[in-house]
């Protein structure tokens, strides 16, 4: 009889949700992003056959070098082959990559208040779920050095780390879901969050960060660097990995990742203003990104356009924009290494790489967005 059993307490599991079906282009440098719970920076993936399962070989199966990593590569120093047993090492987004941190938690009755140093909102989702470093953490003036043992657990309860009570030196997670704060005149507050944490007015605790840095976690997603390169079609299944008994261990599958050949971009093209050789002239790319593909009008989705360069050595050399001279000398080669991440992608930056943009689209030339 169900009306006989009370909460004793409450269980969180870590791993990927499975049951993932991902489809990403041959050709192209990509990254596998995957949903569930309790990520870490010291989870991996590993990519194996069809035919084979995650826990064979004691959780540690042979994966497959139908891909290349660590793409793009210089003078074959990367993008190459991963080992029999490679890891492929994930990340999950937290203040240390995207340079926000918590500056300020209000406490109310049943949920507090985080602000934050960025807009927050371009990185986490309604509903995701985050941990905070309790070392960034003070109470009532107090550095984790100095707290009670009540005290602590005050600061584990909106920090969601907490410790085992007959191993304090062992920590498990109980993240806490967050929430967009709305405006009074609508939309949502681009540096606020809310997490379902709160105290009754009069026992309030205080909480602020050493430096004004709260450090955060988001742990209900993780992802690859984009540096995944396929060659060919092919399907293999995704396992997940985390760090345990000193070794990476295999426990689940996360789902499917299918490399398939990308259909070509209606009306796309190159063109050049010179065909001396040596010479230096402009180049006009054109394409037309949603024509022919309806499915794209369903993607209420930022468009990424970007241009590789497959061989410079000697064929080709990109040089930066700017204020030519007449013969269009003066002008600065891009340098072999250089990247701009996407929150970095400004209209400044778009600037360096492209003289002049135009579309006959009526909403314009989509704006740079970084």
Same mark, same amino acid.
């Given at each position: 009889d169900t009306r006989h059993y009370i909460s004793a307490a409450r269980m969180m599991f870590k791993g990927p949700r499975g049951g993932a079906s991902l489809e990403l282009p041959t050709s192209f440098i990509v990254r596998i992003d995957l949903a569930g719970w309790g990520f870490t920076d010291t989870d991996s993936i590993r990519l194996i056959s069809m035919t084979q399962t995650c826990s064979e070989n004691a959780n540690d199966p042979k994966g497959v070098d139908g891909y290349r990593l660590g793409c793009p590569g210089m003078n074959g120093t990367s993008c190459?082959?991963?080992?029999?047993k490679e890891d492929i090492r994930v990340h999950v987004i937290s203040s240390e990559n995207t340079h926000m941190f918590i500056q300020s938690i209000t406490v109310g009755d049943n949920a507090s208040v985080l602000r934050f140093s960025g807009d927050i909102i371009d990185e986490v989702l309604d509903g995701d779920?985050?941990?905070?470093?309790?070392?960034?953490?003070?109470?009532n003036g107090k550095t984790h050095t100095e707290w009670t043992t +009540? /005290?602590?657990?005050?600061?584990? =309860?909106?920090?969601?780390?907490?410790?085992?009570?007959?191993?304090?030196?062992?920590?498990?997670?109980?993240?806490?879901?967050?929430?967009?704060? +709305?405006?009074?005149? &609508? &939309?949502? /507050?681009?540096?606020?969050? =809310?997490?379902?944490?709160?105290?009754?007015?009069?026992?309030?605790?205080?909480?602020?960060?050493?430096?004004?840095?709260?450090?955060?976690?988001?742990?209900?997603?993780?992802? =690859?660097k984009e540096e995944i390169k396929a060659d060919r079609q092919q399907t293999l299944k995704?396992?997940?990995?985390?760090?345990?008994?000193?070794?990476?261990?295999?426990?689940? /599958?996360? &789902?499917v990742l299918k490399f398939v050949n990308p259909t070509f971009m209606s009306d796309a093209g190159i063109y050049f203003t010179s065909s001396v050789q040596r010479g230096i002239g402009l180049a006009i790319i054109s394409?037309?990104?949603?024509?022919?593909?309806?499915?794209?009008?369903?993607?209420?989705?930022?468009?990424?356009?970007?241009?590789?360069?497959?061989?410079?050595?000697?064929?080709l050399e990109p040089l930066l924009a700017g204020e030519p001279n007449e013969d269009f000398t003066g002008l600065q080669p891009l340098p072999p290494s250089a990247s701009v991440a996407m929150e970095n992608a400004t209209q400044a930056e778009c600037g360096k790489l492209f003289m002049e943009m135009w579309t006959n689209d009526d909403a314009g030339f989509p704006f740079p967005r970084g």
């Open positions: 190459s082959r991963p080992a029999v779920a985050i941990t905070l470093n309790e070392s960034s953490v003070m109470l +009540t /005290e602590r657990y005050l600061v584990e =309860t909106i920090s969601g780390i907490f410790s085992y009570a007959d191993t304090p030196e062992e920590k498990r997670m109980l993240w806490n879901r967050v929430s967009y704060v +709305t405006k009074p005149s &609508g &939309g949502f /507050e681009k540096r606020q969050l =809310t997490i379902p944490v709160g105290w009754p007015e009069g026992a309030r605790p205080v909480f602020s960060f050493v430096d004004n840095k709260g450090r955060w976690f988001r742990r209900n997603r993780l992802q =690859t995704i396992c997940w990995g985390a760090r345990d008994l000193g070794r990476q261990q295999y426990y689940g /599958e996360a &789902g394409f037309s990104p949603r024509r022919g593909r309806d499915h794209y009008r369903r993607y209420n989705t930022p468009i990424v356009i970007r241009i590789l360069f497959k061989d410079v050595d000697g064929m």
